[in-house]
């Protein structure tokens, strides 16, 4: 069990641009509820005493309880439930370096690397981050599960919900499902080398290849490509670009190895046919936003909103714009006419043209074409970020003190020279900072109650040394998204070495308490364990809501290694001795597939239909199976496996087909015929049962299986 420590100084961009967020949405909905609320007061304000959720943040006295309210849990379950009494629990605290679940990964790593480790080991994590499935893959571990809650993207809050009652109904409903990484690796293989010659692909080293790609469409350390966008099809771009590009490398060549770019120049050549699509996609995207513009002032107007800028409107704002660049561009030539040099890449174009590459950067980055330094430190800045997101995933944390200092990422086609410029790269390893230091780097003003009373002046004091890390108000760029949360916080990066020194002569450790100085140091990762001769008491965790302590704990607990700094790295490999498939885990194996095909079936696993294109699994033509009545004897009372592919174990109860149904009754088979009105109930079931294989039926793990034959025969089962 591991909960969040202090991360990496990457990840505390996006730690910090969340909160700054949720302080901010927090703040416009409380203003807006005070000027809903009656004059005369009569409605409570909703907002008051609200829960700040930004205190779910290592150093608080919030996850400080937590914490202890674990362990508390853990010795309480060994001492009572037997099923607990086999187990070795290791718990690592939010005192412990490290995001959880990269130091579950690390376990699971270091695990993997020790003699006598078994191949065919099952590993389950809960969790709801998408990033598990890719650390799930990089493990090389076949038979990783993924427990997650199902959630319904097609729902949502109503205007007037209970937002406290809603998710009190959620919690006690809340349905789990499980996502087998062992289907998700051989869809991969699908994707990407079927009917190759399989001695020529490497399905571990295309695995790796894969989640390494994704990091091109942004993640929690990096942001996406300007032209990389899910919403854009970047996938499909991406994977048709690798196809094509793989089958020329030759046996045993790919983009990475164990968390590692061994050839920059193929990394360059892959980039440069991506980068070559840019223009495209620029004017595609600008094409797709006037669709979309005509749709959203349709819906404002349904809704009764006030309507967005006018066309009229949005075209005096980009010629303003274009304006702009147009000058700047003029002022560029005039010193580039005495002598000045402009940056690789960029070409002047007809003043009634759109530069889409530089108005980007100008608008964005503020880079002029003759900022040459900026515009290779960005560059050079992308590519340590490719490094160490890799490293990351593979070996673990390279540099706790490495970040990408941009809101917005270079353009694919400028990232050129490769080899030289991981020549030109090197990490230094350092230390996390410390729980108050995190605290400090990424919580906004208006959570300034979670950090110590001494802190609090350098956040809202005008004379603070840093209060400039620290603003009110700042601009939110939608950069072309729909959604509230896609937008980019422009916020000030946090100068790790500024707020060290300001912390370091204004708040002294001197001047903490001893809880506050005990939350702010590095903890320890506890191993616990049955033993019934351990008599300890362990004290409640909570005494104000009845838990008792814990008498004669029957429980011990060590410590073990809290190392952030791994030695070992996960190989593109399968250990010796792995069966695949393995039972238990779902497999592609077991199903008659005669072709495999790229294209939009409008696949629905979230409650509505993708608008992408699907990898849809065509089965052979089965024969013409014997009626109910015939097949029956064999069937009924049997064992099979259902609801492929996340298949359990049933009992078949009954046999039907169009015309009858015949089932088991006091150990006879019993017949029912089907009046006409059954008949045509049954053939619309079947035909809904083979739509659902193809299109899905609203959830993960649904859909993608074209079934050629109607369904002639129904197996009622019990589970």
């Known amino acids: 069990m591991a909960i969040d420590g202090v991360a990496p100084r990457a990840k505390l961009n996006q730690q910090r641009s969340r909160r700054f967020r949720s302080a901010k949405d927090l703040a416009e909905a409380t203003k807006e509820a005070q000027r809903l609320r009656p004059i005369d007061g009569s409605d409570p304000d909703p907002y008051a005493g609200a829960f700040d959720s930004n205190c779910i943040t290592p150093g608080t006295e919030f996850l400080l309880r937590i914490s202890n309210c674990i362990r508390y849990f853990i010795r309480k379950k060994i001492k009572e439930d037997p099923l607990w009494r086999n187990l070795s629990v ?20 270091d695990m993997r690397n020790q003699p006598g480790y078994r191949p065919n080991t099952r590993h389950c ?112 771009l991406l994977f048709d670009t690798y196809r094509e590009q793989r089958a020329r490398w030759g046996n045993g ?13 193929r990394l360059e050549a892959f980039l440069e046919v991506i980068g070559a699509a840019e223009s495209e996609i ?11 513009r005509k ?59 759109k530069d889409h590459k530089g108005r980007y950067y100008y608008e964005k980055l503020q880079l002029k074409p003759v900022d040459i330094a900026g515009h290779l430190a960005l560059r050079k800045s992308y590519i340590e970020g490719l490094i160490w997101c890799l490293a990351y995933y593979y070996r673990g944390c390279i540099s706790w003190g ?16 490769l080899p030289a410029v991981f020549e030109s790269i090197r990490f230094e390893v350092g230390q996390p900072l410390k729980p108050f230091e995190q605290l400090m780097g990424c919580l906004p003003p208006a959570s300034s109650a979670l950090v110590p009373r001494i802190y609090r002046q350098l956040m809202s004091s005008p004379e603070s040394p840093i209060k400039l890390f620290y603003p009110t108000s700042f601009v939110v760029d939608m950069n072309g998204k729909r959604n509230p949360w896609e937008g980019v916080n422009i916020l000030p990066f946090i100068n790790v070495n500024h707020l060290k020194q300001a912390i370091n002569d204004n708040c002294p450790d001197r001047l903490l308490t001893a809880e506050e100085r005990n939350r702010n140091r590095v903890g320890q990762v506890f191993c616990y364990s049955f033993d019934e001769a351990c008599n300890e008491t362990i004290p409640s965790c909570n005494r104000d809501i009845g838990l008792p302590n814990i008498e004669k704990c029957n429980s011990r607990v060590i410590t073990i290694d809290n190392s952030s700094e791994s030695t070992v790295s996960f190989r593109p490999e399968l250990i010796p001795g792995t069966k695949i498939p393995y039972p238990g885990f779902p497999s592609l194996n077991v199903l008659p597939i005669e072709r495999v095909e790229l294209r939009n079936a409008g696949l629905n696993c979230f409650g509505f239909a993708s608008k992408y294109p699907n990898t849809i699994l065509t089965m052979h033509t089965l024969p013409q199976l014997p009626s109910a009545e015939q097949l029956a004897a064999n069937l009924i009372g049997k064992s099979i496996y259902v609801n492929w592919p996340m298949m359990h174990e049933a009992k078949v109860v009954a046999v039907t087909d169009s015309k009858s149904e015949v ?9 029912r015929r089907h009046g006409l009105q059954e008949v045509e109930r049954w053939n619309a079931i079947s035909e809904k049962m083979v739509e659902q294989y193809l299109a899905g039926a609203g959830y993960p793990g649904s859909g993608g299986v074209q079934v050629r034959s109607r369904v002639t025969l129904v197996l009622q089962q019990r589970w």
């Open 90 to 109: 290791i718990f690592s605290g939010p005192e412990v370096p490290g995001e959880g679940e990269h130091k579950i990964m690390q376990h699971i790593r």
């Open 125 to 236: 994590m809960y969790g709801q981050d998408a990033d598990l499935i890719m650390l799930g893959l990089v493990s090389h571990e076949p038979h990783f599960t993924l427990l997650r809650e199902i959630i319904d993207f097609s729902g949502g809050f109503g205007r007037n919900d209970n937002a406290l009652k809603e998710v009190k109904k959620f919690t006690k409903q809340s349905d789990f499902q499980l996502l087998h990484l062992s289907i998700l690796r051989e869809y991969l293989e699908v994707e990407f080398a079927y009917q190759h010659d399989h001695s020529k692909y490497d399905l571990e080293r295309i695995i790796d290849d894969f989640v390494f790609m994704t990091f091109l469409v942004g993640n929690d350390f990096l942001p996406h490509m300007p032209t990389l966008d899910i919403g854009d099809g970047a996938f499909t």
């Open 282 to 292: 620029f004017e595609e995207r600008a094409k797709n936003e006037v669709v979309m």
């Open 402 to 417: 490495w970040f990408f200092p941009y809101h917005y990422g270079p353009m694919i086609s400028d990232l050129t020279n």
């Open 663 to 671: 089932r088991m009754v006091k150990k006879k088979l019993k017949t």
């Open 295 to 353: 749709k959203q002032r349709r819906w404002d107007k349904r809704d009764g909103k006030s309507s967005m800028p006018s066309d009229l409107e949005i075209a005096e704002v980009e010629a303003s714009k274009q304006s702009d660049y147009n000058a700047m561009v003029r002022s560029v030539m005039a010193d580039v006419s005495s002598g000045a040099q402009v940056v690789e890449g960029w070409k002047q174009v007809g003043e009634s043209e």
């Open 253 to 265: 060549q790919y983009l990475t190895d164990s968390g590692e770019i061994p050839n920059p120049a």
